[in-house]
């Protein structure tokens, strides 16, 4: 029902930026939210930032002040500008969809994943 496809990843050095992007296709529309969670190397998946369809927005801790997520209803898209980043911030990112007007602890749908490397 909904794919979600994701692009921007990539390598950069410490203190650079990346802006990543999640499409989705659906079938219906729905209101939603949409999220980036990221999955260090050995550690467990954690959510970084979220979305509502009227634009309400939360912030792991770890990012605030350097990440913004936002997104386009138009277009189904949702971004992640990743600003000063850190080695700590490398992971695999992925893109994930729950149909709803409020965040659930478990999404219902998620994309593949998009690297993102911060070498030091």
């Known amino acids: 029902q909904v794919q979600l496809v994701e692009s921007g990843g990539g390598l950069v050095q410490t203190g650079g930026s990346l802006r990543l992007s999640c499409a989705a296709s659906?079938?219906?529309?729905?209101?939603?939210?949409m999220d980036w969670y990221r999955q260090a190397p050995g550690k467990q998946r954690d959510l970084v930032a979220t979305?509502?369809?009227?634009?309400?927005?939360n912030y792991a801790d770890s990012v605030k002040g350097r990440f913004t997520i936002s997104r386009d209803n138009a277009r189904n898209t949702v971004y992640l500008q990743m600003n000063s980043l850190k080695p700590e911030d490398t992971a695999v990112y992925y893109c994930?969809?729950?149909?709803?007007?409020?965040?659930?602890?478990?999404?219902?749908?998620w994309g593949q994943g998009t690297q993102v490397t911060v070498s030091s």
């Open positions: 659906t079938s219906v529309f729905s209101i939603n939210v």
């Open positions: 979305i509502t369809s009227d634009g309400r927005t």
């Open positions: 994930a969809y729950t149909v709803g007007w409020e965040k659930r602890s478990e999404p219902d749908y």
